[in-house]
């Protein structure tokens, strides 16, 4: 039965990077530990990720997938795409995927500094010896503080960019729509960028232009890997895992960096952040997301707080952004599309959903210690 739908600007059709989307919702990455020990991806991950595009959302991103046998894994029991057989574990995910009528995207991640976990290598590396701030992630598996990385030499960091490409090669094959570089929440790309990670003085730090020297070449290597017309986009944030209070210096740095990445032949920009609806550059009354909006050609996925359909329909109504991610009101509700659009009540997340590990098998247990579907009967 057709019908008008709540917040109808959610439910617009959208192009991205040349994939006609049914509507403005993504599915935000989302790390869940919960491949196997040698970073195959599980049928349970399959079940999971269809799950979202049955209940509606048209554009799936991938959790972070490490890219190398070396040091991008950040999590024991994180996915990867660094091998074929990888490659091979992600294809039955991606059909299932596609046979729901959704696009999925993979995000290629190297833990760097902030890597809690990790089973090739014993130490981290990173642009500079800079520890992350706080203590790893218990329910991704961590304890204690993080360790003092290795700065990264000439080699470590060609042999990352490498990876990057070599992943995301990987993520064509599979038959992934299109690829996210994980620029964000503190990761490598993100401590290249970044002032307070990044302390080289070489050609990949110093000045903005050379601490984006980093991120640009992994574009232009994927690039080179993938071909022109299969989509690559990057996620940024000022905020980290380790630090929501770091932020970009203002108006001048932020423009900076979107537009130089931009200019590199990026197909879209994803942001993370606190509260996209809330102004978070300096000396402005902007988020990120609106100001890259105004900024930049490319459409912009916003994520923050945007559980709230009428919040996720004013990012778009106000021009703030072209598409929005939901993360965690997408856990306690994988239809939450559905949902919105039939104006059907909406389940608050319980994050005891997440302990003691934010794992596929501990949201079983509590859906079923709680008897809470994780989808509407009536959606389905």
């Known amino acids: 039965m057709s019908h008008v739908p709540h917040y109808p600007t959610l439910f617009e059709p959208g192009t991205l990077a040349g994939h006609r989307l049914a509507n403005r919702l993504v599915l935000a990455p989302m790390t869940r530990t919960s491949a196997e020990h040698d970073g195959r991806p599980t049928e349970r991950m399959r079940d999971y990720y269809r799950g979202f595009a049955r209940g509606g959302f048209s554009l799936l991103i991938t959790e972070g997938i490490y890219t190398d046998e070396r040091f991008s894994q950040g999590y024991d029991y994180q996915p990867g795409l660094a091998t074929l057989a990888q490659q091979a574990a992600w294809q039955p995910i991606v059909e299932a995927v596609h046979a729901q009528g959704a696009r999925f995207f ?3 991640m190297h833990g760097g500094a902030q890597t809690q976990g990790n089973r090739f ?12 701030k706080g203590e790893m992630l218990g329910f991704y598996g961590g304890e204690g503080p993080y360790p ?39 990761y490598l790309i ?6 307070y990670f990044n302390q ?4 990949w730090g110093g000045s903005l232009e050379r601490r984006l020297a980093f991120p640009v070449a992994v574009i232009r290597a994927v690039r080179e890997a993938v071909g022109s017309d299969f989509p690559v986009g990057m996620r940024l944030s000022q905020i980290k ?3 929501p209070n770091y932020r970009w210096s203002g108006r001048e740095e932020a423009a900076t960096i979107v537009t130089t990445l931009e200019a590199e032949g990026l197909d879209f920009l994803h942001f993370s952040e606190l509260d996209a609806r809330s102004p978070s550059i300096e000396g402005t009354d902007k988020s990120l997301s609106a100001l890259a909006n105004e900024l930049t050609k490319i459409p912009v996925i916003a994520n923050g707080e945007l559980g709230d359909p009428q919040a996720a329909a004013a990012m778009l109504n106000q021009g703030e952004a072209d598409f929005v991610a939901i993360g965690k009101a997408a856990l306690a509700n994988h239809d939450w599309p559905h949902r919105v659009r039939e104006n059907q009540p909406l389940e608050a997340l319980d994050f005891a959903m997440l302990t003691p590990r934010a794992n596929l098998s501990n949201e079983d247990a509590w859906r079923e210690q709680h008897d809470v579907s994780a989808t509407l009967n009536a959606t389905r």
Do not use: W, Y
């Open 106 to 108: 993979a995000q290629l």
């Open 190 to 195: 993100d401590q290249f960028i970044s002032e």
């Open 241 to 243: 895992v380790t630090d």
């Open 148 to 186: 003092t990385p290795r700065p990264m030499s000439e080699a470590d960091i060609r042999e990352a960019i490498v990876g990057f490409a070599s992943a995301a090669k990987h993520a064509q094959a599979a038959g992934f729509d299109g690829v996210e570089l994980h620029g964000a929440n503190g």
């Open 200 to 203: 080289r003085d070489d050609a």
């Open 121 to 132: 290598v014993e130490e981290t590396v990173a642009p500079s010896a800079v520890v992350s």
